[in-house]
C-alpha cells in the first residue's frame, strides 16, 4: 500500500525540541521531492519545508528558518524534521507529504503527528 | 508571501447543483513559462488533505470530471458542476510560483 506514517510529535515546552520522521511505503521514495506541510488546530494549511529527491536541496518558511532542519534518509526511505527552538505558534497537526513536481502536485498526505507547544 | 483569498468562506449548497468557488491573489500566478501555478486541495472532515487540481486547470489522477479549474493571474476558481454529499469538505487554493507556497484560508463546502 502507498502510504506516509508519521510518528514523533508530542507535547514540549517553549524552547524545546523534538524531531519528527516520516516512514513512506509502497513507491519509490528517492524519486519524489518531499515535504511538511502543518495545520494549526482549526486553520488552515502552512507549507513548512520541501527537500529534493536526493536532498541537495531545502527550503523553508521563514518563521522556521534556523529553528527547523528537513532531512531524508533514502536507503530507510524516511523523512525527518527536527524542530529545536520551538514555539507556541508551532503548535500544529505536521502532515508529511510527496509531491510530484518540487513545489506542487502534493499528491499523497499523511494523517499527520501532532505537536504542541505549552509551558 | 503571497496571499490568497478564497471566497465564500462558507457554501451550502443543494445536491445536483453547481458550486463556484473563487482564489484571488495578492499578485500574479503566471510563471514565465506560461503556466499559472496554482493547486486545488480539499480535507474531508476528519481527514487529510487530498489533491484535486493542478496548474490551475488539470485534474489529479481519479478527481471526477464534475471538478474543474480555471483562471489566469491573479483570479482564480473551482467550480463543481453537480455537487455530491461526498464532496463535503474545506477546499484549498495554493500558489506555487513563489516559494514559499501558500495556501488560501479555506472553504467550507456544505450540504443543504
Known amino acids: 500500500e502507498v502510504e506516509l506514517v508519521e510518528s514523533g510529535g508530542g507535547l514540549v515546552q517553549p524552547g524545546g525540541s523534538l524531531r519528527l520522521s516520516c516512514a513512506a511505503s509502497?513507491?519509490?521514495?528517492?524519486?519524489?521531492?518531499m515535504s511538511w506541510i502543518r495545520q494549526a488546530p482549526g486553520t488552515g494549511l502552512e507549507w513548512v519545508a520541501n527537500?529534493?529527491?536526493?536532498?541537495?536541496?531545502?527550503y523553508y518558511v521563514d518563521s522556521v528558518k534556523g529553528r527547523f532542519t528537513i532531512s531524508r534518509d533514502n536507503a530507510k526511505n524516511s523523512l525527518y524534521l527536527q524542530m529545536n527552538g520551538l514555539r507556541l505558534e508551532d503548535t500544529s497537526l505536521y502532515y508529511c507529504v510527496r509531491s510530484q513536481a518540487a513545489d506542487y502536485k502534493y499528491d499523497l498526505w499523511g494523517r499527520g503527528t501532532q505537536v504542541t507547544v505549552s509551558s | 508571501d503571497i496571499v490568497l483569498t478564497q471566497s465564500p468562506v462558507s457554501l451550502p449548497v443543494t445536491p445536483g447543483e453547481p458550486a463556484s468557488i473563487s482564489c484571488r491573489s495578492s499578485q500574479s500566478l503566471l510563471h514565465s513559462n506560461g503556466n499559472n501555478y496554482v493547486d486545488w486541495y480539499v480535507q474531508k472532515p476528519g481527514k487529510s488533505p487530498q489533491f484535486l487540481i493542478y496548474l490551475t486547470s488539470n485534474r489529479a489522477p481519479g478527481v471526477p470530471d464534475r471538478f474543474s479549474g480555471s483562471g489566469s493571474g491573479t483570479d482564480f476558481t473551482l467550480k463543481i458542476s453537480r455537487v455530491e454529499a461526498e464532496d463535503v469538505g474545506v477546499y484549498y487554493c495554493?500558489?506555487?510560483?513563489?516559494?514559499?507556497?501558500?495556501f488560501g484560508q479555506g472553504t467550507w463546502l456544505e450540504i443543504k
Open positions: 495554493m500558489q506555487a510560483v513563489q516559494t514559499p507556497n501558500t
Open positions: 527537500i529534493k529527491e536526493d536532498g541537495s536541496e531545502k
Open positions: 509502497g513507491f519509490t521514495f528517492n524519486r519524489y521531492w
